[in-house]
């Protein structure tokens, strides 16, 4: 909550320091406007920040709104950075085509998500579909999956948020969190809340893992920085951003910039997600 | 002269009208803001659906916005946090006013009007870190976030206002009264429950009703505690998403004009008219019973 409201503000103050920047400074700032994922967003701003100071003759202009709307943006010529949690679909490829735009991708992070239980929970391995019983509401007793004769208290994110979105799409479609799941406002609130109760179960981003929450296994498979990459675990994704055509000039800096492991990529893993090894 | 002081005069309750007019359109424009924003929200999802529905998919693909549990929610934690508040605040009052010495009257009501003032996230966190923890394990719940946690969080904030408010009403009430039931032969306890609290009673119900409406519109405590199930509660120790905090969790996230963003305008609406509901009632009990407290 804090972290989104926190993202909000900034979004506005760069906006309005965008709207205002040309009556004030005359300087000829190359502006990028970015929309697009919440999900992408927070590394955007965090490395967007850096870059800016790095490149003051660049001002970003970024702001959050789904990957669909960010898809949509760049299509129209709104913006020439879209954010995207997805793969572009073929019918935004269609009307990117309609409109002379050539949707360029580039893969800029990995967001895993880790179900989490509390430590004295002795289940080690979840399956996919286990998972998906435990969040719909048909399995609701630990025992069912080879734990304690106790309720399971299912911990989820509020709907709107980009982890809520990335765990129904990986986990639970075709089915829908069911609404007795408790609802935080953030990883924070869900670690916390996990850590707090033997019965609860919650999901996480990758880069909010703590000694206060145990891990649990996927299909078998351990969750670890280098299964996210070779994505044999299954609750991963790659995070993009899509240009028009091959990124150039600014655009071309600003996307350099995102993938230099010292740079970008070191705001990728502060935000929580999992780096792209190498370049 | 006389002339030039009506002319001062007249100034003056001009400017003073042009204040006090600012202050009401701004209300005015707020008010009219919020129902540009969520009233579209209707032409694509009925009225019914809205406030019966039960399932509150916002993102899904079609969306659902039903809100009942929500407000079968902000009910129950409204509710229950009033009975624990108004008997807790009202005794309080009245232990104050007629059988504390002065000397601890005018210790007490400054403490407690201090405790008025604490910022509704502390009492949040407190109950998140401290009440929610402690009960899970002294009752053996599934979750210390839930429907009786909130309500004793929001109890604990609405007191200081249901027995400060209250206290001034029974206080206002003429010494002349009691000093009459007393010389009657009424003893003090008599005179307490049979005529002071009777002539202070629309203090006293426009406290509750005050308490009240701060319950249904707090906001961080019940995002805190509450526990955010979208479910109808069918005991005590539910989880609950109460209305504020939905609109206080997915504000920040639902893109800007879409139907997401006007379905939390529209609960917006629901929850001015509910707070609107209670103010109504009252000043409507203050006014009925305009003849003793205040």
Sequence with gaps: MKRTLFITLTAFCFAAAIFSAPAAAAAPAEEIIITGSTTVLPVMQKAGEAFMAANPDISLSISGGGSGNGIKALNEGLCRVAMSSRDIKESERKEGADKGVKAVRTAVAVDALVP???????????????????????????????????????????????????????????????????????????????????????????????????????????????????????????????????????????????????????????????????? | MPAASLRRETAVRRILAVIAGCSLLFLGMIMLFLFIEGLPLFSTVSVSDFLLGMSWYPTAEPPEF???????????????????????????????????????????????????????????????????????????????????????????????????????????????????????????????????VPAAFSGIGTACMLGMSRSIGETMVVLMTAGGAGILPRSLFDPVRPIPSVIAAETAEASFRGEHYRALFAVGIVLFLFTLAFNIAARHISEKNSGGGR
């Design chain 1, 116 to 279: 989490v239980v509390h430590p004295d929970n002795p289940v080690q391995n979840l399956s996919v579909e286990q998972l998906r019983g435990i969040y719909a509401g048909r399995i609701t007793k630990w025992n069912e999956v080879g734990g304690k004769d106790e309720n399971i208290v299912m911990i989820s994110r509020d709907s709107s948020s980009g982890t809520f979105e990335t765990w129904q799409e990986l986990i639970m479609a075709p089915d829908k969190t069911a609404p007795s799941a408790l609802s935080q406002a953030s990883n924070g609130a869900v670690v916390q809340a996990v850590a707090g109760n033997r019965r609860a179960v919650g999901y996480i981003g990758f880069g909010y893992l703590n000694s206060s929450i145990k891990k649990i296994n996927v299909n078998g498979i351990e969750a670890t920085a280098e299964s996210a990459l070779s994505r044999k675990w299954p609750i991963a994704r790659e995070l993009y951003i899509f240009t028009d055509g091959a990124p150039a000039g600014a655009v071309k800096k600003l996307t350099d910039y995102l993938l230099d492991p010292q740079k970008g990529q070191k705001a990728v893993a502060e935000t929580g997600y999992i780096p792209l090894s190498g370049k």
């Design chain 2, 66 to 196: 039903g809100i009942f549990p929500m407000l079968v929610a902000s009910c129950a934690v409204t509710v229950t946090a009033s009975a624990f508040a108004i008997p807790l605040g009202v005794m309080t009052a009245v232990w104050l006013t007629e059988v504390a010495r002065p000397g601890v009257r005018r210790m007490c009501k400054p403490l407690i009007e201090m405790t008025a003032a604490l910022p509704s996230v502390v009492i949040g966190f407190f109950g998140m870190v401290v009440a929610a923890p402690l009960l899970q394990d002294l009752l053996d719940l599934d979750s210390g976030l839930n429907l009786f946690t909130a309500s004793l969080m929001l109890a604990f904030m609405s007191v200081p206002t249901i027995c400060s408010v209250a206290e001034d009403a029974l206080f206002a009430v003429p010494a002349s009264l009691r000093a009459a039931s007393l010389a009657l032969g009424a003893t003090r306890r008599e005179t307490t429950v049979r005529v002071v």
